[in-house]
């Protein structure tokens, strides 16, 4: 049974830092990679940041710099570093599971970030 449980979302003041975590549980299937996505108010989700199997990761251009995504060592906890937050960060912050070769993709329940 797939578990994918956020947590550190708040609210914060411009400039100001956060912290997300993300235990993953339940899942021993497969190699995977985890992906942090957000989406704002109205529109759709979007990729945020990606732990690759190997620990490498990739950001998308506007979180370049500030926000830093990494894991434990048996990644069962990934975590999503904020760092000089911008209002325009404020969102509903998802954790993804991902194993495209199997097609297997699981979402968390979100947290909300709220910057002010």
């Known amino acids: 049974h797939v578990q994918l449980v956020e947590s550190g979302g708040g609210s914060v003041q411009a400039g100001g830092s956060l912290r997300l975590s993300c235990l993953i549980s339940?899942?021993?299937?497969?190699?995977?990679?985890m992906a942090w996505y957000r989406q704002f108010p109205g529109k759709e989700r979007e990729f945020v940041a990606r732990?690759?199997?190997?620990?490498?990761?990739t950001y998308t251009e506007s979180v370049k710099g500030r926000f830093i995504a990494s894991q434990d060592g048996p990644k069962s906890m990934v975590y999503l570093q904020m760092n000089s937050l911008k209002p325009e960060d404020t969102a509903m912050y998802f954790c993804?599971?991902?194993?495209?070769?199997?097609?297997?993709?699981?979402w968390g329940q979100g947290t909300q970030v709220t910057v002010s």
């Open positions: 993804k599971l991902e194993c495209p070769l199997i097609e297997f993709y699981y």
């Open positions: 339940g899942y021993e299937y497969c190699a995977f990679d």
């Open positions: 732990v690759g199997g190997d620990g490498g990761t």
